[in-house]
């Protein structure tokens, strides 16, 4: 699966076990759920998605990306 852009998601961990997952709803309405995370991964997850815009994942492998942002400096 390609990454899409991600619209909205949900956050669901577990403490019993130590693991958590998200569901992704991407930019074409489709809401899907990632691979279950341990608890490193989950917190880098979720923090890219509570700071970062936009966010692009694949639900399949729990992956997020995001675009560079401008510097203001020019590329030479």
Do not use: C
């Amino acid at each position: 699966m390609a990454m899409k852009l991600i619209t909205s998601y949900q956050a669901w961990w577990r403490p019993q076990d130590g693991k958590g997952h998200f569901w992704f709803t991407y930019f074409d309405g489709q809401r899907l759920r990632t691979t279950d995370v341990n608890a490193e991964s989950f917190s880098i997850v979720i923090d890219i998605l509570r700071n970062e815009k936009p966010v692009y994942g694949d639900h399949a492998t729990a992956a997020v990306t995001t675009q560079t942002e401008p510097t203001g400096e020019a590329e030479t």
